[in-house]
Every structure is written in structure tokens, then in C-alpha cells.
């Protein structure tokens, strides 16, 4: 049985982010101590292990929350599994794409030959949201 503090500790996960997980149904409700104090098994740490590994990679709450669902029947067929993944790629590639052409914008703008600000791009071109959209 792991602490609060310990499951924190071995899984970098900070207390408060353990008590919300706990609300929000990702963790189970820990059992008391005679002390009232939360006590997690090692099924708590792997499933907190897998929670915060999921967040790293973006997943939102109720994708985690449908993933651990999907978790508990392992003779299930995976289709609902992959379907979270697939859409999860699709959101990140659509992210990096906007990344992409926010950094073009960026480089465009910032190509700036240290003149008056009245001659400058950057203020130039966020001061005429038409000239960005309508140039790309």
C-alpha cells in the first residue's frame, strides 16, 4: 500500500493532480488508514502510471476515463481503443499543421531590417488581419 505522498513520488504526479484524478473517477477511491489517510494499492499506481502517460500524450479526461474503461474488459475486441487513438492522431496532426503555418506567419513578418516602426511588418501586419489571411 502506497501514501499519497509515495504514489506521488513514484509516479511525478503532483498531490492535488492525484485528489482531482480521484474526483474525476480516474482513480478509484483510495482506502482510509485508522488515520484517514489515503492508501493506494499497486493496481492505483499502475492505473495512475497509465493516467499520467496518457496526459503527456494529450489524451483528454474522458478519452483516459474511456480508455481505463475499455482496460477493465481485456477480452474485448480493441476497435474502440484504436478509434480514440486514430482521432487523438488526427487532432495533433491538425495542431501541427496550424503550428506550421503559424510559424511561416511568423517568419514572413518578423523578416524585419531594423528600420522605424513605421516601416515595420510586424506592426503592419497585425494591425491588417486581412493582409494575413487573404496573402495565404
Known amino acids: 500500500m ?3 505522498g509515495q504514489l506521488s513520488k513514484r509516479t511525478g504526479v503532483k498531490v492535488p493532480t492525484i485528489r482531482y484524478y480521484e474526483q474525476m473517477g480516474l482513480l478509484e477511491a483510495a ?3 485508522d488515520g484517514n489517510q489515503r492508501r493506494y494499492s499497486k493496481a492505483g499506481l499502475d492505473r495512475l502510471a497509465f493516467v499520467r502517460h496518457s496526459r503527456e500524450l494529450g489524451f483528454s479526461i474522458d478519452d483516459i476515463r474511456e480508455l481505463l474503461e ?5 477480452e474485448k475486441p480493441c476497435g474502440n ?3 480514440i487513438a486514430v482521432r487523438h492522431l488526427e487532432e495533433v496532426q491538425d495542431r ?3 503550428l506550421r503555418r503559424l510559424e511561416m506567419e ?3 513578418i ?3 531590417d531594423g528600420g522605424t516602426v513605421a516601416d515595420c511588418k510586424v506592426i503592419e501586419t497585425l494591425a491588417d488581419h486581412e493582409l494575413c489571411v487573404t496573402e495565404h
Not at 475499455?70 to 481485456?74: N, R
Open 70 to 74: 475499455l482496460s477493465a474488459h481485456p
Open 106 to 108: 511568423l517568419q514572413r
Open 81 to 83: 481503443a484504436h478509434a
Open 110 to 112: 518578423s523578416a524585419c
Open 2 to 4: 502506497y501514501s499519497i
Open 31 to 33: 482506502e482510509r488508514s
Open 96 to 98: 501541427i499543421a496550424r
